[in-house]
C-alpha cells in the first residue's frame, strides 16, 4: 500500500484488515427506519480492534428490522456502505492525504515536504482462484449489488463439461468484459456495469454520466434491494451458450483482447490488398489489364488503335 510517503506512515493495509491507524478517522454507524432510532457510532479503531475480519455481508440490510450498518468517513465526509468501498476508499490518494494530515494536527507532527520521494514497494502476486466454479456459485457468496446479469453469457464446452466456463457481457459499453467466472464475478459489481445497466434502462436520463461512483453503488444497491434482495437474484437470467467452437475461441483470447482491437484489426485486414474481404464482383483482379488499357493507355497494335476509332 506504500505508493507515497503518507501510506508508509499510516501503516494502513485493508488486506490485512487495518483501516485506520488512530482514532478519529472512521466510525461504524447504524440506520434504520424505526421511528426513534437512536444511533451510537462506533469509532472504527474500536471497531477494528475486536472485529478481525469483516463479512461481506455486514452492511446489508436486515429486512425484518431495517437495521443497516454502514462506514462513516470522518475525515472526507462519506457514507461507504459496503465492504468493497471501504476497501478502495481506504486504499484511495485522497482519503490518505487527509487522514495523515489529521494525524499530523493531532500529534503535531511537522508537515511532509512536497517534493518528497514515494517509497516503492513490490507488487503482490495475485492469489489463485478456482475457475472451476461458476458465476452464480461465487455471487451467492458476495454481499455485494451483482445487477444486469441478463446480459451475460456463459460459455459450455460440450464436448468437455468438467473445464471451467467461460463469461462475456453483452451490455453496451461492457462487451470487452470476458474471461472466467472470477474475472465476471469483478466485472458484475463494479461501477462500470452498473452504469451501463442504468443507461440500458433509462436512455433519456442524462444525469446518470456526471454521477459519482459511490452514487451508482448506492442506487444499484436501491435497484437490487427492489427486486428482492441478494437472496432473491435471478441466476436463470444468465444465456447458456453450449456451443464447443464458441467456447475454444473464447477460451483461446489474448489476455490483451478488446472489443475495440478486434475491430481495429477486422478493419485493417478489409483495407489489406488482396484481402478476402475485397468485392470479388468488380470483375477486376490486380496485376491485370483490360483491353481498354492496352489499347487506349498502352497503344496496342495499328489493328486493335483502328478497331477502337470505329
Same mark, same amino acid.
Given at each position: 500500500?506504500?505508493?507515497q510517503?503518507?501510506?508508509?506512515?499510516?501503516?494502513?493495509?485493508?488486506?490485512?484488515?487495518? @483501516?485506520?491507524?488512530?482514532?478519529? &478517522?472512521?466510525?461504524?454507524r @447504524?440506520? /434504520?427506519e424505526?421511528?426513534?432510532?437512536?444511533?451510537?457510532? +462506533?469509532?472504527?479503531?474500536?471497531?477494528?480492534?475486536?472485529?478481525?475480519? &469483516?463479512?461481506?455481508?455486514? $452492511?446489508?440490510?436486515?429486512? +425484518?428490522?431495517?437495521?443497516?450498518?454502514?462506514?462513516?468517513?470522518?475525515?472526507?465526509?462519506? *457514507?461507504?456502505?459496503?465492504?468493497?468501498?471501504?476497501?478502495?476508499?481506504?486504499?484511495?490518494?485522497?482519503?490518505?492525504k487527509k487522514?495523515c494530515?489529521?494525524?499530523?494536527?493531532?500529534?503535531?507532527?511537522?508537515?511532509?515536504?512536497?517534493?518528497?520521494?514515494?517509497?516503492?514497494?513490490?507488487?503482490? *502476486?495475485r492469489?489463485?482462484?478456482?475457475?472451476?466454479?461458476?458465476?452464480?456459485?461465487?455471487?451467492? *457468496?458476495?454481499?455485494e449489488?451483482?445487477?444486469?446479469l441478463?446480459?451475460?453469457? +456463459?460459455?459450455?464446452?460440450?464436448?468437455?463439461?468438467? !473445464?471451467?466456463?467461460? @463469461?462475456?457481457?453483452?451490455?453496451?459499453? $461492457?462487451?470487452?468484459?470476458?474471461?472466467?467466472? !472470477?474475472?465476471?464475478?469483478?466485472?458484475?459489481?463494479?461501477?462500470?456495469?452498473?452504469? /451501463?445497466?442504468? #443507461?440500458?434502462?433509462?436512455?433519456? !436520463?442524462? #444525469?446518470?454520466?456526471?454521477?459519482t /461512483?459511490?452514487?451508482?453503488?448506492?442506487?444499484?444497491?436501491?435497484?437490487? +434491494?427492489?427486486?428482492?434482495?441478494?437472496?432473491?437474484?435471478? @441466476?436463470?437470467? &444468465?444465456?447458456?451458450?453450449?456451443?464447443?467452437?464458441?467456447?475454444m475461441?473464447?477460451?483461446?483470447?489474448? %489476455?490483451?483482447?478488446?472489443?475495440?482491437?478486434?475491430?481495429l *484489426?477486422?478493419?485493417?485486414e478489409?483495407?489489406? %490488398?488482396?484481402?478476402?474481404?475485397?468485392?470479388?464482383?468488380?470483375?477486376?483482379?490486380?496485376g491485370?489489364?483490360?483491353?481498354?488499357?492496352r489499347?487506349?493507355?498502352?497503344?496496342?497494335?495499328?489493328?486493335?488503335?483502328? !478497331?477502337?476509332?470505329?
Open positions: 500500500m506504500a505508493l510517503s503518507e501510506r508508509q506512515d499510516l501503516k494502513v493495509d485493508p488486506d490485512k484488515g487495518i @483501516y485506520v491507524e488512530m482514532e478519529g &478517522i472512521m466510525q461504524v @447504524y440506520s /434504520c424505526e421511528l426513534g432510532f437512536e444511533d451510537w457510532p +462506533e469509532d472504527f479503531m474500536n471497531f477494528q480492534a475486536r472485529l478481525k475480519k &469483516i463479512s461481506e455481508v455486514f $452492511c446489508l440490510k436486515d429486512k +425484518e428490522t431495517t437495521m443497516q450498518a454502514y462506514f462513516y468517513c470522518m475525515v472526507c465526509n462519506g *457514507e461507504l456502505k459496503s465492504l468493497r468501498s471501504l476497501k478502495e476508499h481506504a486504499s484511495g490518494n485522497k482519503h490518505i487522514a494530515e489529521k494525524k499530523r494536527q493531532i500529534l503535531d507532527l511537522p508537515q511532509e515536504p512536497q517534493n518528497a520521494p514515494r517509497v516503492k514497494k513490490l507488487k503482490k *502476486e492469489p489463485r482462484v478456482d475457475v472451476g466454479l461458476t458465476l452464480e456459485q461465487r455471487l451467492e *457468496e458476495c454481499g449489488p451483482a445487477i444486469g441478463e446480459y451475460i453469457s +456463459e460459455y459450455i464446452n460440450p464436448k468437455k463439461p468438467s !473445464d471451467h466456463p467461460m @463469461y462475456t457481457c453483452r451490455l453496451e459499453g $461492457c462487451k470487452s468484459a470476458w474471461g472466467t467466472s !472470477d474475472d465476471m464475478q469483478n466485472h458484475v459489481k463494479k461501477t462500470k456495469h452498473h452504469r /451501463c445497466f442504468f #443507461r440500458k434502462m433509462f436512455p433519456a !436520463d442524462s #444525469r446518470l454520466g456526471g454521477l /461512483c459511490a452514487d451508482i453503488l448506492k442506487m444499484a444497491a436501491e435497484y437490487e +434491494e427492489g427486486q428482492g434482495g441478494s437472496e432473491e437474484r435471478d @441466476y436463470e437470467v &444468465i444465456l447458456l451458450v453450449r456451443d464447443y467452437q464458441k467456447y475461441k473464447l477460451r483461446d483470447r489474448k %489476455p490483451t483482447w478488446t472489443e475495440k482491437n478486434a475491430l *484489426e477486422v478493419e485493417g478489409r483495407d489489406r %490488398p488482396g484481402s478476402r474481404f475485397l468485392n470479388r464482383n468488380s470483375g477486376v483482379r490486380r491485370t489489364n483490360t483491353g481498354v488499357g489499347v487506349g493507355r498502352v497503344g496496342g497494335t495499328e489493328r486493335e488503335r483502328k !478497331d477502337c476509332e470505329e
